[in-house]
């Protein structure tokens, strides 16, 4: 077994490996960039190495430096975690070139399913299902446009390099295709720098089910499936396993078409097969497609820890080591059931769009399994994806695990970043989801209702307006009887763009009299929590800067404006055209004097390698525009002025 390691990523997944290790007495390097310098893997592991600025193509993608960084410390192999360099063939050869093992699988594994057009010729040589479509090598539009004539639409427009939703695009019609195809090409090349891409049969009610497979180079073995079919825009939301309405006959034929698929690149380590399968008539052997492996450890492996009790981590640092598969299929079942919700700062109302902002609170209820490479006090940065942390409950059956699914997210606190939090509550919730009638189009046709904002009863505002006062403490016995304090005083917070002016009188024992725009409520906190109107809920407040989050139910974070300041002039409207978070601007479609539509596309912002269309609020002529293509621009920035309407 190695003595010590180097974890060539960041976050959640680094202090991930970095707890097996700890476990299994193995030293740990950590690797980190400026803006990772306080990071909580850095604090996790042994020794710490600064590798660059924080743009990943000046830190986390240089190879050379990584292992220059391995050599340096005496690191005897290298994990790659996800993302970054986890699937580049020649960080792989590089490695190995240096003397050093690359936890994970051979170059030659990785190049083989590196591009997916390859990879699925080489799986319908090996016998495993593929999708009909075109993986052919000729990329001219039109050529593109008759595939996708002949296969029948609708159809799905895949990067043949990459994945995670980039440079992928479903379309519903011919007239649609052009758009849809230099759309998906120029986000593939921005995000893999390659815009080749492949044309598939877009399935009916479609699921994504995953196989987990394990390898030593010679034989493998699966440990079952996962189901990923809960997204939005091609991203995993909730995962879970085993797959609701699996059957013996369909697991086993996905099991074997998966082992199939590792033996025939001579896999070794951690991997996963995912499958596209058509859900429309229920799960059927005959009824799944091979989609692509993924040569790395998944984010979600979790849910298969935890239904096998295999520790996978653990599992690729044995076979890297040297060591045969750690036991054979038949040693292996699945006990219970798993979930996994990824929680996100982000944006849901507004489009999920990636946000930023420190933590002022964090809190996982103690049940729980929480992956998190974050602390509370930690900064969510723009250079890097915006998870928090990964809730993982595990239960004897699929009912007991999603009703501690919908707990767990009810007791998971965060204030200091807006988060995807109360989607996920809804989702777990969804009458759909809670009897397995799952398909990747559920979050879509119910998105309005799952990406509502949580809107506070007055009640919310009142233990809002009591904590921003300072009066979240148990009261004492003289409360309400401070002689130099006021009796009656006023507060203004603001929430989702409302904001309220309450008035707040303090009554004897603690009691706070809130009127929140006429609705009264009495409000205090005593030794076993906080009531209102004499009835106890189940609430927190908690205060940071100027801000405070009450915890009922949900998450709603309220500012705290200046009393003096609540009359100030109204929001701007639809024709101002502001970044909705830092990033590069890719494209600008218009210029001053032109006439626009509402809803006509004015420019494209790139931000988390992922591309967002801005578009007209409004009818009008664009009066200025302020940023060229290629300009880094920060959040709220102004873009693009429509002129002002006549009265």
């Known amino acids: 077994m190695f003595r010590k390691i180097l974890i060539a990523n960041r976050g959640e997944i680094a202090c991930r490996v970095i707890d097996t290790c700890r476990r299994m ?42 292992i220059a960084a391995a050599r340096a410390t005496g690191a005897q192999a290298i994990h790659p975690g996800y993302g970054f360099l986890s699937e580049n ?17 051979s170059a030659a594994a990785i190049r083989a399913m590196g591009l997916k057009d390859a990879a699925k010729a080489l799986m319908a040589q090996a016998g495993v299902p593929v999708v009909p479509g075109y993986h052919g090598d000729d990329q001219d539009p039109a050529h593109l446009a008759n595939a996708a004539d002949a296969i029948g639409y609708p159809v799905l427009i895949k990067a043949v390099a990459g994945g995670g939703g980039k440079g992928m695009r479903s379309v519903g019609r011919a007239e649609d295709f052009a758009s849809a195809l230099q759309s998906a090409k120029d986000e593939a090349a921005g995000a893999f720098g390659n815009d080749a891409v492949l044309i598939e049969k877009l399935i009916n009610a479609p699921r994504h089910i995953e196989v987990q497979i394990f390898g030593d180079g010679t034989r493998a073995l699966h440990l079952f499936e996962r189901d990923c079919s809960l997204q939005r825009r091609h991203q995993k939301v909730i995962e879970e396993a085993p797959a609701p309405g699996m059957t013996a006959e369909m697991r086993a034929a996905m099991g074997q078409a998966a ?45 298969t820890e935890a239904i096998t009790g295999v520790d996978l981590v653990a599992w690729q640092l044995r076979v890297a080591a040297g060591e045969a598969l750690p036991c054979a299929q038949a040693d292996l079942a ?52 915006p998870m928090i942390a990964k809730i993982i409950v ?37 009458a759909d989801f809670a009897v397995g ?9 119910d998105l309005d209702a799952l990406a509502a904002a949580p809107v506070p009863c007055p009640r919310v505002w009142s233990l809002a307006a009591m904590g921003a006062l300072g009066l979240d403490a148990v009261a004492g016995p003289v409360s309400g009887f401070t002689l130099w304090a006021p009796l009656k005083r006023q507060v203004a917070l603001r929430h989702e763009g409302e904001t309220q002016l309450l008035a707040v009188e303090l009554l004897p024992g603690g009691v706070g009299r809130v009127d929140v725009a006429g609705a009264v409520h009495l409000v205090a906190r005593g030794p076993t929590g906080w009531r209102i109107d004499g009835a106890p809920v189940a609430a927190e407040i908690v205060n940071a800067a100027a801000t405070v989050s009450v915890f009922w139910d949900d998450c709603y974070s309220f500012d705290i404006v200046d009393t003096l300041a609540v009359a100030s002039a109204a929001t701007e409207g639809a024709g101002r055209i502001a970044a ?32 967002h269309v801005l578009v007209a609020g409004r009818d009008g002529i664009v009066a200025e525009v302020l940023v060229d293509a290629g300009a880094q621009v920060a959040a709220g920035a102004t873009l693009i002025n429509l002129a002002e309407e006549d009265a």
């Open 25 to 66: 007495g193995v030293g740990t390097v950590a690797v980190y960039s400026d803006a990772d310098a306080r990071a909580r893997h850095v604090a996790m592991a042994d020794e710490a190495v600064w590798i660059g600025r924080p743009k990943p193509s000046e830190s986390y993608l240089r190879g050379d430096t990584i």
């Open 89 to 105: 063939p020649g960080f792989v050869e590089a490695v190995e070139a240096a003397g050093l093992v690359f936890i994970g699988p």
């Open 394 to 430: 595990h239960g004897p059956t699929r009912a007991v695990a999603l009703q501690q699914l919908s707990a767990a997210l009810a007791g998971t606190q965060v204030a200091g970043s807006v988060t995807n939090l109360s989607f996920l509550r809804r989702l777990a919730m969804h």
């Open 437 to 445: 009638d799952v398909d990747t189009g559920l979050i879509g046709r």
């Open 580 to 611: 909705p978070m830092p990033g590069l601007v890719k494209a600008v479609f218009v210029a001053a004097g032109d006439s626009v539509a509402e809803g006509d596309r004015l420019a494209i912002l790139e931000a988390m390698k992922m591309e």
């Open 259 to 303: 082992v199939r698929a590792a033996e025939a690149i001579g896999y070794a380590g951690a991997g996963t097969v995912e499958f596209i399968v058509d859900g429309s008539r229920g799960l059927r052997p005959d009824g799944f497609w091979f989609m692509e492996m993924n040569t790395r450890l998944q984010v979600e492996h979790p849910v």
């Open 334 to 385: 699945i006990t219970g059931h798993a979930f996994e919700a990824r929680l996100y700062a982000e944006d849901v109302p507004a489009g999920f769009l990636p946000a930023t902002g420190r933590l002022t609170h964090l809190r996982f209820p103690d049940a729980v399994r929480a992956d998190t490479g974050v602390r509370a006090g930690d900064e969510i940065s723009p250079w890097y994806d």
